[in-house]
Structures are given as structure tokens and as C-alpha cells.
């Protein structure tokens, strides 16, 4: 017996006179249709539909003849295709450049005892020989390995470091390979000869708050005030026409959530938001249980509930870690008239992704490094060797090992993030009606405009 497919995702579009958008979860079909056609199915009455409209729709894969289990089953398929091809086809890598930091944020997830040593734990030449050696023995092919390597910390552009990190970046060029950096900006002034469109090509530089709010969040080691430094190297940035993504990001509590308009106006008087490689992005913090001591004090978790409601309210949804992945798919489908892309997991650390330390550990996502229990293997001298049962674990889900399977959004999420165990539902479903409309809008303007 026919029936609505209980993965048809619905939107109406504010700004079209009646008109919704439809997204068939599983086949990733998108389509434009009248409200009497949306509404008939959201209501599951297609009685009286014209059969050609039906024969569509059947097509599209909105009606269908299986049962919700036959669907769910369905999905479970197709989630472990996706998710065969995806581990088949990419492998990415980062690289924990030290584990030292000159910030003491309160909510850092990584073990203070390397952050905070006076030991100083950071890559040696050997080291990075031997790291790009390693990530050839987990894929010769290059055409499969992702080509932009990922620097990360503790805080990886420390201007003491600054000879090896030239010597990666320098040595990953020759190789093929770009960066993008994860960094607290406090001493990019230091490493401006390495930002180009051909080294590190990409700043994700975390400011949390307005002035006043940032330095009490984000606390460096001896300088009450990094915010008006980190201001500073990015307008050296700018200034030298360097050409690289600065991408900021606010880690959002409850202290902090209401600063972020705030925060984004004062970048749009300081001339920031009129560069079309500068953005701006919030992302919830999330409770990992490594927030000890008086640092309790400083952190006020947010539930997603809490920080979807404060994002309405604002405004700011379009600005919320995840929003541009999902306006890209949407603004891709419809201007190529191509399906919705389809994805089975999070993130590359379900599939291929491996992070290196300077204590020639392996660990499966930047979010878990530090902790041995999430150790998936360890660079040896002439080998590297495997946790196979921790290697397995992350390697083994997608969203079909989780209740995501039976949801409508299932592989345009990915199931949320792994190591973290959160879910972004709330989130995601404003995230696509937001993004529906300003695309659909958007290539409305573009039309009338010819």
C-alpha cells in the first residue's frame, strides 16, 4: 500500500506566494511544489492528487510502496554504502604541531599537564620526516589523501615554534599539500611569511566575546589583554594583502551567547565583515567533563535547546557552527538541479581522519587527543602500530548504529558528533529552513535581477 515517506522534509518558502520546498531524505531529491501538493503529504492524504503528479512523486521517492521498517532498513543500506565509499576514498590528517599553549581557557577539553608543562613538547625535524612518512603507509595514493593538512595544538603557531613549523609547512609544499591552521591568533604577527594561498591558506582563530568578555574567557598565560593583539595581527593580515581564510569562531556559554551580535557588530566598524575571506561563526561549548577547579566558575554550559532559543532571538541561526555546510548543499542541488549530497557520518573521523602528536601518538579526532583512551596507534620506527578494537570503534559508525536512522535529516546531519556524543537536532532543523530560504531567495533575487 502506498504511503508518504516518513523521510520527506517539508519547508515553506516565505518569500515564493505559497510554494514549499521538498527534500526526500534517502534519495536526496529536492523540489519546488504548490502548498496543496506539500500539505497533502504532510498531512499523508494523497488521495485526489493527478496520477502524473503521483508518478513524480513516486519517482522523487516521496510516496512510497514500503513499510517504515522496509524504509528503515532501507536507510541502513544505504548508510553503509556511503559510509564504505567514504572510508574508501578519504583520508585526512592533522597534526598536533605541540601540546604547549599560551592560553589557559577553562573550558580546553586537552590534559593541562601537557598544556601547562614547562616541558617543551613540540615535533622535531625527525619527527615530521617521519609523520609524512607515516600518513604514505596509511594511503600511498595521493590522489586519496586529503590535500590540506590541519595544524593544531595545544596552540600550533607559537612564535617560539616558529622554525618547525616553517620546516612542516615548508617540507608539506614540496609534498603537494596546503594547511589550514587552528590557532588562538595571538602570534600569527610571527608567522605572516607563511600565510598564502600555497602554505597556510586557512586561520580558524577563536574570539570569545567582546573585548571585556574575551579576556576573562579566553586567558592567556601573562597578557590581561590578547583580545587588542589578536585584533591586531589580523588588520596586519588584511593590511598585507595576504590572501588566506580567517574564519573566527565564538565558543558560546552562557555568559558569552548575547555578546555575539555585539562582538559581530564591532567587526563590521572595524572594516572586517567587508572582506569576503573574513567569517564569523558561533559553536555551543559542550560539557566534556575535563572543566575542574576554579575553572567551574567560568563556565556556564548551555543546553542545544538553550542556545538554539538565544540564536532565534538574535537573529544569528545563519551564523551557527554547521549553517554554511548545509546552505552549500542546498545552493548546490538547486542551481545544478542535481540530488542533495548524502552523507553517512559526522565527520571524516568515522572514516579516515588521523591526528599525530609530537609523542608519536595517533588518535582518531583533534577532540579526544590528549586522552590515551582514544589512542588508535602509535608511530614507531619503522612501523606504525594499531589499537585494531579502538581503530574498529571509530571506524565502524554510522548513523546507522544510532537512532539517527529513523530520522527525516538523517544524511544530511550525519548523526552529530562522535566524540562528543551530542546531537544538534534542534539545531538542524532551523539550520535547514534558514538556509532553504535564503538560498531559494537568493537565486530568486538573482532571476528577477536579469
Known amino acids: 500500500m502506498e504511503r508518504v515517506s516518513s523521510y520527506v522534509i517539508s519547508i515553506k518558502l516565505e518569500e515564493s506566494n505559497g510554494k514549499y520546498l521538498l527534500i526526500q531524505g534517502y534519495t536526496g531529491a529536492i523540489d519546488i511544489v504548490k502548498e496543496s501538493i506539500a500539505l497533502k503529504l504532510e498531512n499523508n492524504d ?61 573550558y580546553c577539553f586537552e590534559k593541562r599537564e601537557n598544556k601547562d608543562s614547562s616541558h617543551r613538547i613540540v615535533f622535531t625535524k625527525e619527527q615530521v620526516d617521519r609523520t609524512f612518512a607515516a600518513m604514505n603507509e596509511i594511503e600511498h595514493r595521493k590522489q586519496l589523501q586529503n590535500p590540506i593538512i590541519t595544524l593544531y595544538g595545544g596552540e600550533p603557531l607559537l612564535k617560539e615554534n616558529k622554525e618547525i613549523v616553517t620546516y612542516i609547512v615548508r617540507e608539506g609544499k614540496n609534498r ?14 610571527s608567522f605572516l611569511d607563511l600565510l598564502s594561498p600555497g602554505l597556510i591558506c586557512q586561520l580558524q582563530i577563536t574570539i570569545d566575546g567582546t573585548k571585556k568578555l574575551h579576556n576573562q574567557k579566553r586567558k592567556h598565560f601573562e597578557d590581561p589583554d590578547s583580545f587588542d593583539k589578536i585584533i591586531s595581527n589580523i588588520k596586519l593580515i588584511f593590511q598585507r594583502k595576504l590572501n588566506v581564510n580567517i574564519h573566527i569562531r565564538i565558543n558560546v556559554d552562557n555568559h558569552n551567547l548575547n555578546d555575539f551580535k555585539a562582538l559581530y557588530s564591532y567587526f563590521g566598524q572595524i572594516g572586517f565583515l567587508a572582506y569576503k575571506n573574513f567569517k564569523v561563526y558561533s559553536a555551543l561549548i559542550q560539557n566534556n567533563g575535563e572543566v575542574q577547579g576554579q575553572d567551574k566558575n567560568d563556565v556556564d554550559f548551555l543546553s542545544e535547546s538553550e542556545y538554539l532559543k538565544g540564536n532565534e532571538n538574535m537573529g544569528t541561526i545563519s551564523s551557527c557552527a554547521g549553517y554554511n555546510m548545509i546552505y552549500k548543499k542546498i545552493h548546490l542541488a538547486l542551481t545544478s538541479k542535481r540530488a542533495m549530497p548524502l552523507t553517512a557520518v559526522y565527520c571524516a573521523a568515522q572514516t579516515g581522519e588521523y591526528v599525530f602528536t609530537p609523542l608519536k601518538e595517533i588518535y582518531p579526532c583533534w577532540e579526544v587527543v590528549g586522552d590515551k583512551n582514544f589512542q588508535i596507534g602509535t608511530i614507531g620506527h619503522n612501523s606504525i602500530t594499531w ?18 536512522k529513523y530520522c527525516k535529516y538523517v544524511f544530511l546531519c550525519g548523526g552529530g558528533c562522535f566524540a562528543m556524543k551530542n546531537n544538534q537536532c534542534l539545531l538542524l532543523g532551523k539550520m535547514i529552513t534558514k538556509a532553504v530560504n535564503a538560498v531559494f531567495n537568493g537565486i530568486y533575487a538573482n532571476m528577477s535581477n536579469k
Open 176 to 189: 603537494g599539500y596546503k594547511f589550514h591552521a587552528i590557532t588562538n591568533g595571538y602570534d600569527l604577527d
Open 387 to 404: 589499537d585494531e578494537e579502538e581503530l574498529k570503534k571509530w571506524h565502524s559508525h554510522d548513523v546507522a548504529s544510532f537512532t539517527c
Open 46 to 106: 494523497i488521495a485526489g492528487l493527478p496520477e502524473v503528479t503521483l508518478q513524480t512523486l513516486r519517482s522523487r521517492g516521496y510516496i512510497t510502496d514500503r513499510t517504515k521498517e522496509e524504509e528503515v532498513g532501507y536507510v541502513e543500506r544505504i548508510a553503509h554504502a556511503l559510509h564504505k565509499r567514504d572510508k574508501i576514498l578519504y583520508k585526512s590528517f592533522t597534526w598536533v604541531v605541540t601540546y604547549n599553549c599560551n592560553f589557559r581557557c577553562p
